[in-house]
């Protein structure tokens, strides 16, 4: 079982740049897909980017452009790059391993990101 703990969310006004990380320990990640998902208040969670062991990403149209996903393996890390973000970006932010588009793991504490206008 993946144990993951996200940080780096916070307050940031609209147009601004945040880095998240996902920090991965009871196991390696280098073999797995991951996954960045978001959860706005009042909806559901959904995937916003991903990335393959083999560095290949995918992002939601929502986020493409401004979002970056990579991945550290020798850190066991999982980072997002936000940047020209928008008040539609504010969420708690979530990592997981990936199946596909099914995560793995239980889910962590989850990071907010608030933008405001």
């Known amino acids: 079982q993946v144990h993951l703990a996200e940080s780096g969310g916070g307050l940031v006004q609209a147009g601004g740049s945040l880095r998240l990380s996902c920090a991965a320990s009871?196991?390696?990640?280098?073999?797995?897909?991951m996954g960045w998902y978001r959860q706005p208040p009042g909806k559901q969670r959904e995937l916003v980017a991903s990335?393959?062991?083999?560095?290949?990403?995918n992002y939601a149209d929502s986020v493409k452009g401004r979002f970056t996903i990579s991945r550290d393996n020798a850190q066991n890390t999982v980072y997002l790059q936000m940047n020209s973000l928008k008040p539609e970006d504010t969420a708690v932010y979530y990592c997981?391993?990936?199946?596909?588009?099914?995560?793995?793991?239980?889910w962590g504490q989850g990071t907010q990101v608030t933008v405001s206008s």
């Open positions: 990335i393959t062991s083999g560095g290949s990403t």
């Open positions: 009871g196991s390696s990640i280098s073999i797995s897909a």
């Open positions: 997981n391993r990936l199946f596909g588009r099914v995560p793995l793991d239980y």
